[in-house]
């Protein structure tokens, strides 16, 4: 019984774990968000978001790791836990930046 218990709260904890950012689905962000803007403020904005992106994208690996780290010590994933899962963030920015590239791409900007 005491195995399926500890078995039961392993489980749970990695599946709190935060995803690397490459596992993270990008959120469905409308390209019309973005075609009002001409073709130097898009690359302007693609170049911004993808700068955001990566920064987003180092502090999830972070907490990926820190996770792994803690469930592996003591069981709980430590960065979720306290904040450091930038999940969310990351799809958000992932969705910016196709929405971004969608929009160049329909202007026929180089």
Do not use: H, W
Request: proline content about 5%; glycine content about 10%.
């Amino acid at each position: 019984m005491k195995i399926r218990i500890v078995a039961l709260a392993f489980a749970l904890a990695v599946v709190g774990c935060a995803k690397r950012p490459d596992a993270i689905v990008p959120v469905d962000i409308p390209m019309a968000a973005y075609t009002n803007l001409g073709c130097p403020a898009l690359v302007q904005e693609l170049l911004k978001e993808q700068n955001n992106l990566a920064a987003l994208s180092k502090q999830q690996n972070q907490a990926a790791t820190g996770d792994a780290v803690g469930v592996f010590l003591i069981g709980v994933p430590t960065s979720s836990t306290f904040g450091g899962d930038k999940e969310g963030q990351v799809a958000v920015s992932k969705g910016k930046v196709n929405a971004i590239n969608s929009a160049i791409m329909s202007k026929g900007c180089k």
